[in-house]
């Protein structure tokens, strides 16, 4: 009798500290969960998981070393390069302490690692642990994240400004200004950690979280071209594991009830995720944008995410007074429910891939406006390539706001965006339902994760 069929199988999961990478690694922690697998959430100290949102998993905080001057830096580049460096040894002694647990049967089935958290697949190679990497972005990204490498080495980057409109050869449709790098250049560290996070050595295979109906030429370059390992596109995970919780920030449900009295399809849902920022000057054009496209909106102003203070400090004085019954802001809410509101008819995000992703599961059409990184990318695929939403790409001005509002809430184009996002929805369910390639993958990814 095989006795390894009888013990039970231990995943080690290890999320890189911030929003968007939490709350996918969580969703597939619980999504194993169901697949008789039990999770071990292994974290650092800064922003560590709210275990209680998990009472089914055991978490295991390792020291990170961040100085408070580097968290406070907000510097994510500088904070992810040294959590590679900090976490490799903490990571190391923990790890035979978690097998030493009596209710682990002492062994680890496998470790997964968010693709940034890279010093992850040294430790389980060296403990031989078998391990694999979750991608957290979408494989356009991280695609235009490898050529990246390439094109330095060709001496195409920095790149002239008349040049930022023009594809990228290969990359099509992504222009030279849809990269995620930033205009002045690329510095050498973001080099290193795209080649750390994007050259897998070791680990067995490659969890995405992403799905044929979006990607799938891009993911099958993937495998034919880059990755020598096999790749499980299971997303969109949240609607594997739909009441799965992961905020960092308390959710504020105090907008229920104005949501609720509003009219089908009537809202702009405003909201920038967790990290992206906006200065005074954009606040303002924002606020009069809004105001002057006469549109319902519920916005998240996230704490900080106004340059130079608190919260809604900054808003112009009135603004709060004005909006009467037409407008509700809040400091951070259950983004998936509300988008799944019937009252929510468009949603003016940053285009990071979760939010991305969940817009997408909901078919509610977009107004892009991508702040850093991989963000540019998914407001090219959804403005040029699914074609369900428009993008803000000048500098924020009162006029194209109220525009770009008008046109995807009440005009004809924006009813075409949305009759396209609910085709895209349709095709997504078709996705993650019974039979479908994300279903399946999963499938898959069990009897293979059975098997290591
Ligand atoms: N989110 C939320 N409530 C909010 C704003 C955002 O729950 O008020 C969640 C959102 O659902 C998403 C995550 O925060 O899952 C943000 O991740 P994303 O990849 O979109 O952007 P990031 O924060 O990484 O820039």
């Known amino acids: 009798m095989d006795t390894r069929a ?16 939490i709350s996918p690694m969580l969703q597939l922690g619980t999504i194993l969960q169901s697949k008789g697998f039990s999770i071990i959430v292994v974290h650092t100290k800064f922003n560590s998981p709210n275990s209680s949102d998990h ?26 390069l040294a959590l590679n460096q900090n976490c490799k ?3 190391q002694e923990c790890l035979p302490r978690i097998m030493a647990r009596k209710d682990s049967d002492g062994e680890i089935n496998c470790i997964i690692y968010d693709e940034l958290m890279y010093f992850s697949e040294a430790v389980a190679n060296q403990l031989k642990v078998p391990s694999i990497v979750l991608r957290t972005i979408s ?9 990246i490498l390439q094109l330095k080495a060709k001496g195409s980057i920095p790149f002239p400004d008349s040049v930022s409109k023009e ?26 950690l795209v080649a750390c996070a994007y050259n897998i050595k070791t680990s067995s295979a490659v969890i995405w979280n992403t799905m044929d109906c979006l990607e799938e030429s891009l993911l099958l370059k993937q495998r034919q071209k880059q990755l020598p390992v096999p790749i ?16 960092l920030l308390k959710e504020d449900t105090s907008y229920i009830p104005w949501l609720n009295k509003q009219k089908p399809k009537s809202v702009l849902y405003i909201s920038l995720g967790s990290l992206a920022s906006i200065d005074e000057t954009e606040l303002a054009e924002m606020v009069w944008g809004l105001t002057n496209s006469k549109q319902r909106f519920l916005w998240v102003i996230r704490p900080g995410s106004i340059s130079g203070s608190e919260w809604i400090g900054l808003l112009p ?17 259950l983004q998936r429910e509300v988008l799944a ?16 992703l969940e817009s997408i599961s909901e078919g509610i059409p977009m107004i892009c406006r991508p702040c850093f990184g991989d963000q540019m990318v998914t407001a090219r695929y959804v403005s040029h390539v699914w074609r369900t939403g428009l993008i803000l790409e000048n500098k924020l001005e009162r006029k194209e706001i109220e525009s770009a509002v008008r046109r995807l809430m009440i005009d004809k184009e924006g009813e075409e965006m949305r009759q396209r996002a609910a085709d895209l929805k349709e095709k997504v369910e078709v996705c993650f339902k019974k039979g479908g390639s994300s279903y399946n993958f999963l499938d898959r990814l069990v009897e293979f994760m059975s098997h290591l």
Do not use: Y
């Open 6 to 21: 009888h013990r039970r199988r231990h995943a080690v999961l290890v999320p890189c500290p911030f929003q968007g990478h």
């Open 232 to 247: 499980f596109a299971i997303g969109p995970m949240h609607k594997f594991a739909p009441v799965c919780s992961s905020s």
């Open 55 to 80: 009472p089914e998993f055991v978490f295991q905080s390792i020291p990170d070393g961040l100085s408070s001057q580097e968290i406070v830096s907000g510097n994510l580049l500088e904070i992810i």
């Open 341 to 356: 509101h019937p009252a929510i008819g468009g949603f003016w995000s940053h285009c990071g891939w979760n939010s991305a």
């Open 317 to 333: 004085e009135g603004f709060v007074e004005s909006v009467g019954e037409r407008g509700f802001i809040v400091k951070w809410t």
């Open 89 to 91: 040894i903490p990571f």
């Open 139 to 147: 494989a356009a990204a991280c695609t235009a994240r490898v050529a």
């Open 167 to 192: 594809l990228v050869p290969e990359l099509d449709p992504l222009r030279f200004k849809d990269l995620p790098i930033s205009r002045s250049g690329v510095p050498d560290n973001f080099l290193h």
